[in-house]
Protein backbone atom coordinates (compact mmCIF):
# COMPACT_ATOMS: atom_id res chain seq x y z
CA UNK A 1 0.00 0.00 0.00
CA UNK A 2 1.17 3.28 -1.04
CA UNK A 3 1.83 6.08 1.73
CA UNK A 4 1.87 9.88 1.08
CA UNK A 5 4.49 11.27 2.23
CA UNK A 6 5.05 15.11 2.88
CA UNK A 7 8.09 17.05 2.79
CA UNK A 8 10.04 15.76 5.86
CA UNK A 9 8.54 12.39 6.05
CA UNK A 10 11.12 9.58 6.02
CA UNK A 11 10.66 5.96 4.58
CA UNK A 12 12.65 3.17 5.34
CA UNK A 13 14.25 1.18 2.12
CA UNK A 14 15.71 -2.19 2.41
CA UNK A 15 19.54 -1.97 0.78
CA UNK A 16 18.88 -4.18 -1.92
CA UNK A 17 16.07 -2.74 -3.17
CA UNK A 18 15.68 -1.59 -7.04
CA UNK A 19 13.77 1.57 -7.32
CA UNK A 20 12.39 3.70 -9.43
CA UNK A 21 11.72 7.23 -8.71
CA UNK A 22 9.42 9.15 -11.33
CA UNK A 23 8.62 12.39 -11.34
CA UNK A 24 5.18 13.89 -12.77
CA UNK A 25 4.27 17.25 -13.82
CA UNK A 26 1.01 16.76 -16.02
CA UNK A 27 1.35 20.26 -16.98
CA UNK A 28 4.88 20.02 -18.39
CA UNK A 29 4.47 21.86 -22.46
CA UNK A 30 7.70 21.36 -23.14
CA UNK A 31 7.35 23.60 -26.29
CA UNK A 32 5.98 26.42 -24.19
CA UNK A 33 9.75 26.13 -22.42
CA UNK A 34 8.21 24.08 -19.28
CA UNK A 35 9.96 21.23 -18.55
CA UNK A 36 11.06 20.01 -15.35
CA UNK A 37 14.22 18.35 -15.56
CA UNK A 38 15.09 15.62 -12.70
CA UNK A 39 18.29 15.22 -11.58
CA UNK A 40 20.08 12.89 -9.29
CA UNK A 41 23.51 13.78 -7.26
CA UNK A 42 25.48 10.86 -6.56
CA UNK A 43 27.24 12.50 -2.69
CA UNK A 44 29.55 11.28 -0.25
CA UNK A 45 29.49 11.61 2.80
CA UNK A 46 30.77 15.02 3.18
CA UNK A 47 27.38 16.07 0.76
CA UNK A 48 29.78 16.52 -2.39
CA UNK A 49 29.36 14.62 -5.58
CA UNK A 50 32.26 12.07 -5.93
CA UNK A 51 33.16 14.00 -8.93
CA UNK A 52 31.14 15.50 -12.04
CA UNK A 53 30.12 11.98 -13.13
CA UNK A 54 28.01 11.53 -10.36
CA UNK A 55 25.75 13.93 -11.66
CA UNK A 56 23.21 12.05 -13.25
CA UNK A 57 20.56 13.96 -15.71
CA UNK A 58 19.45 13.98 -19.46
CA UNK A 59 22.88 14.76 -20.62
CA UNK A 60 24.39 12.01 -18.81
CA UNK A 61 21.92 9.18 -18.37
CA UNK A 62 23.84 6.52 -16.33
CA UNK A 63 26.17 6.83 -13.29
CA UNK A 64 29.87 5.30 -13.42
CA UNK A 65 29.01 2.22 -11.67
CA UNK A 66 25.24 1.70 -13.58
CA UNK A 67 23.21 2.31 -10.54
CA UNK A 68 21.68 5.13 -11.00
CA UNK A 69 19.87 5.75 -14.71
CA UNK A 70 17.69 8.70 -15.54
CA UNK A 71 15.38 8.06 -18.48
CA UNK A 72 12.47 10.59 -20.05
CA UNK A 73 8.69 8.46 -20.56
CA UNK A 74 5.83 9.84 -22.61
CA UNK A 75 4.17 12.64 -21.18
CA UNK A 76 7.45 14.55 -20.24
CA UNK A 77 7.78 12.57 -16.67
CA UNK A 78 11.38 11.67 -15.60
CA UNK A 79 12.50 8.56 -14.29
CA UNK A 80 15.59 7.51 -12.11
CA UNK A 81 16.15 3.75 -11.49
CA UNK A 82 18.40 3.16 -8.90
CA UNK A 83 20.04 -0.40 -7.68
CA UNK A 84 20.78 1.02 -4.00
CA UNK A 85 22.49 -2.81 -3.99
CA UNK A 86 24.86 -1.58 -6.92
CA UNK A 87 25.73 2.22 -5.97
CA UNK A 88 29.33 2.55 -5.17
CA UNK A 89 30.46 2.17 -1.82
CA UNK A 90 31.87 5.91 -1.61
CA UNK A 91 28.27 7.08 -2.08
CA UNK A 92 26.66 8.01 0.95
CA UNK A 93 23.29 9.69 -0.25
CA UNK A 94 21.62 11.10 -3.43
CA UNK A 95 20.23 14.45 -3.82
CA UNK A 96 16.97 14.41 -5.95
CA UNK A 97 16.42 17.81 -7.79
CA UNK A 98 14.01 19.45 -10.30
CA UNK A 99 14.75 22.82 -12.57
CA UNK A 100 13.08 24.36 -14.97
CA UNK A 101 14.71 23.73 -18.31
CA UNK A 102 16.38 26.81 -19.55
CA UNK A 103 14.23 29.15 -17.32
CA UNK A 104 15.91 32.12 -17.60
CA UNK A 105 15.66 32.26 -21.62
CA UNK A 106 12.24 31.01 -21.22
CA UNK A 107 11.18 33.52 -18.76
CA UNK A 108 9.77 30.51 -16.30
CA UNK A 109 9.56 29.64 -13.05
CA UNK A 110 7.86 26.89 -10.45
CA UNK A 111 4.57 28.38 -10.50
CA UNK A 112 4.19 27.19 -14.36
CA UNK A 113 3.66 24.13 -13.00
CA UNK A 114 0.98 23.43 -11.79
CA UNK A 115 1.18 19.86 -9.84
CA UNK A 116 4.27 17.72 -9.58
CA UNK A 117 4.25 14.41 -7.70
CA UNK A 118 7.26 12.16 -6.84
CA UNK A 119 6.19 8.42 -7.08
CA UNK A 120 8.72 5.60 -5.19
CA UNK A 121 8.28 2.27 -6.73
CA UNK A 122 10.08 -0.91 -6.25
CA UNK A 123 11.14 -3.12 -9.43
CA UNK A 124 7.77 -4.50 -9.93
CA UNK A 125 5.92 -1.10 -10.14
CA UNK A 126 4.48 -1.58 -6.46
CA UNK A 127 4.55 1.86 -5.55
CA UNK A 128 6.04 2.22 -2.26
CA UNK A 129 4.96 5.80 -1.49
CA UNK A 130 4.22 9.09 -2.99
CA UNK A 131 5.17 12.82 -2.39
CA UNK A 132 2.92 15.70 -3.49
CA UNK A 133 4.83 18.97 -4.46
CA UNK A 134 3.29 22.34 -3.05
CA UNK A 135 2.48 24.80 -5.97
CA UNK A 136 4.55 27.63 -5.99
CA UNK A 137 2.88 30.96 -5.80
CA UNK A 138 3.07 33.47 -8.79
CA UNK A 139 5.51 36.17 -8.90
CA UNK A 140 8.20 34.76 -7.10
CA UNK A 141 11.85 33.84 -9.14
CA UNK A 142 11.89 30.20 -8.28
CA UNK A 143 13.33 28.12 -11.14
CA UNK A 144 14.25 24.91 -9.36
CA UNK A 145 13.47 22.69 -5.98
CA UNK A 146 14.35 19.75 -4.17
CA UNK A 147 12.52 16.55 -4.36
CA UNK A 148 13.79 13.89 -2.02
CA UNK A 149 17.18 12.41 -0.63
CA UNK A 150 18.25 9.30 -0.34
CA UNK A 151 20.76 8.42 1.78
CA UNK A 152 22.47 5.90 4.37
CA UNK A 153 21.67 5.37 7.87
CA UNK A 154 23.66 2.89 9.68
CA UNK A 155 23.11 -0.10 7.22
CA UNK A 156 19.84 0.90 5.69
CA UNK A 157 18.56 3.36 2.96
CA UNK A 158 16.51 6.30 3.94
CA UNK A 159 14.01 8.58 1.52
CA UNK A 160 13.53 11.59 2.69
CA UNK A 161 10.66 13.94 0.84
CA UNK A 162 11.80 17.30 0.75
CA UNK A 163 10.37 20.34 -0.76
CA UNK A 164 12.69 23.09 -0.76
CA UNK A 165 12.17 25.96 -3.88
CA UNK A 166 15.25 27.74 -5.27
CA UNK A 167 16.15 30.40 -7.34
CA UNK A 168 19.52 29.54 -8.79
CA UNK A 169 18.81 27.24 -10.96
CA UNK A 170 20.39 23.61 -11.71
CA UNK A 171 24.07 25.22 -12.32
CA UNK A 172 23.63 27.15 -8.59
CA UNK A 173 22.36 23.75 -7.34
CA UNK A 174 24.92 21.58 -9.04
CA UNK A 175 27.94 23.79 -8.03
CA UNK A 176 26.66 23.89 -4.43
CA UNK A 177 27.10 20.06 -4.70
CA UNK A 178 30.51 20.32 -6.25
CA UNK A 179 29.90 19.80 -9.50
CA UNK A 180 31.84 21.84 -12.32
CA UNK A 181 29.72 23.01 -15.31
Not at 49 to 70: I, Q
Amino acid sequence: MSRELVAGDELQIDSRRLLKVRVTAPVLPCAEGVCLDTSAFLLTRLGRVVDDRHFVFYGNTTSPDDAVKFREIRGGDNVLDIDLGALSPVVDGIQLTGTIYEADRAGRTLADITESTVRISDSTGQELAQHTLRPVPPGGTQDGRTLAAIFRRDARWVFRATDDAFSFGLRGIASGLGVQL
